[in-house]
């Protein structure tokens, strides 16, 4: 039987690969340490989960929520807008709370894309950036997963060449997965490019909170003059409050968009568990220490990878913000591709890394590494990586062609 429509437009998951692979070295008895998936292992601060027990013995809490959010989520995300970003939002018309980010994109691809719609999208860039629209019937344009000048040059040559014009680019700082960072500027050339070429914008700022620079915060689009009028922003509570399977994101901007987002969403769910809501209010409303102290940890495991695997002999480059680092395949494997190292990384090393080729073909020599082990573990996963390196040679002559790779 031939694959459904939908399902032939998806490439074959890149993950699942390394996925079977973890999970055959797993069986075999091998302590895989996984730097591979953003997969949060901070606990949960205790006040959420506080919160999130006292509105479970509520009576009726268990009842049908609201697929837009329940009205206290939505003022306290307009409030955290207010004290972070300066931006002020109206919780009634943008504001939508999401299951995630990843959930809200995907459904704003089913509001507003048109079979055979152009979306620009960056290449390497978070999957769903793309797919949502393949799976909502439109097209994909790359643009530079950069705030360079190359990326307004794509948008230029887009705009030109793309039949049909496109409607909408998206934007993701910092990136997943690059750790790019994006200032107010790139935000407000952004913001007047789309305005000049009727294009709605799509910024992700899920990873918002972590970053290394204090005096330089990753800003909001919104912030930028007339952002209202092109621009729907999405965060998540996952990292900033280690929350990743609760579930919990936002959409928040343009009234027009999100009134679509929230239509199709009407027909798709009741919302997140109304406890969970409460919670994720509490969450946003209360103290930011634990905020501080999430940041000041994944610094310090930033400091540590990029230190001990430089020694090992994998130089990694410092990211500036998000919980990812960005690092070039040693030279030596680079002809292999991301997929066929990463594996190598965890049969040989016992390490587990994102092969970069599963966030667009621009990624495919780099790997992403995750900082979601303890520094104990970071050490041991450099010591790993590092043995396998030294050995190389002898062991994998007859196995890859490395000398082709020098």
């Given at each position: 039987?031939?694959?459904?429509?939908?399902?032939?437009?998806?490439?074959?998951?890149?993950?699942?690969?390394?996925?079977?692979?973890?999970?055959?070295?797993?069986?075999?008895?091998?302590?895989?340490?996984?730097?591979?998936?953003?997969?949060?292992?901070?606990?949960?601060?205790?006040?959420?989960?506080?919160?999130?027990?006292?509105?479970?013995?509520?009576?009726?809490?268990?009842r049908y929520s609201t697929s837009k959010g329940i009205p206290g989520l939505r003022r306290a995300q307009a409030a955290y807008y207010a004290r972070r970003f300066g931006v002020k939002l109206d919780p009634d018309t943008q504001v939508v709370a999401t299951l995630g980010s990843k959930e809200g994109f995907a459904n704003m691809a089913q509001a507003i894309t048109a079979p055979g719609d152009v979306i620009l999208a960056p290449n390497p860039s978070y999957p769903i950036h793309a797919f949502g629209f393949l799976m909502a019937?439109?097209?994909?344009?790359?643009?530079?997963?950069?705030?360079?000048?190359?990326?307004?040059?794509?948008?230029?040559?887009?705009?030109?060449?793309?039949?049909?014009?496109?409607?909408?680019?998206?934007?993701?700082?910092?990136?997943?997965?690059?750790?790019?960072?994006?200032d107010i500027e790139f935000y407000k050339d952004v913001v007047r490019f789309a305005k000049q070429h009727d294009l709605f914008v799509l910024s992700d700022l899920a990873y918002s909170e972590i970053y290394f620079d204090e005096n330089s915060p990753p800003p909001s689009i919104l912030e930028a003059p007339g952002a209202f009028d092109v621009a729907v922003e999405f965060t998540s509570l996952s990292k900033t409050f280690s929350m990743p399977g609760w579930r919990v994101g936002f959409a928040v901007g343009n009234e027009r968009l999100l009134a679509a987002l929230a239509r199709v969403k009407s027909y798709l769910d009741y919302g997140a568990y109304t406890p969970i809501q409460v919670a994720a209010s509490a969450a946003l409303n209360g103290p930011e220490d634990c905020i501080v102290e999430m940041r000041e940890i994944y610094r310090k495991r930033r400091d540590i990878l990029v230190d001990s695997f430089g020694r090992a002999g994998f130089p990694v480059p410092s990211p500036k913000a998000s919980m990812f680092a960005w690092a070039p395949i040693p030279e030596k494997f680079r002809s292999l591709g991301s997929l066929e190292f990463s594996k190598l990384l965890v049969e040989k090393a016992h390490v587990a890394v994102a092969p970069g080729i599963g966030f667009g073909e621009h990624g495919d020599e780099f790997v992403r590494i995750a900082l979601v082990e303890n520094e104990h573990r970071i050490r041991q996963a450099a010591r790993s990586v590092r043995r396998f390196l030294e050995t190389a040679d002898e062991t994998l002559h007859n196995v890859v062609p490395l000398a082709a790779a020098r």
């Open positions: 039987m031939s694959e459904f429509h939908s399902v032939r437009r998806l490439p074959p998951y890149v993950f699942e690969q390394v996925n079977r692979v973890k999970a055959a070295a797993r069986k075999a008895g091998a302590d895989i340490i996984d730097l591979g998936m953003g997969n949060p292992d901070l606990p949960t601060p205790d006040h959420i989960n506080e919160k999130l027990i006292e509105a479970i013995t509520k009576p009726r809490t268990n019937g439109g097209v994909i344009r790359n643009v530079p997963a950069t705030t360079g000048p190359e990326f307004f040059h794509a948008l230029e040559r887009a705009v030109m060449h793309s039949i049909p014009k496109p409607i909408a680019v998206v934007t993701c700082f910092p990136s997943n997965p690059t750790a790019e960072v994006a």
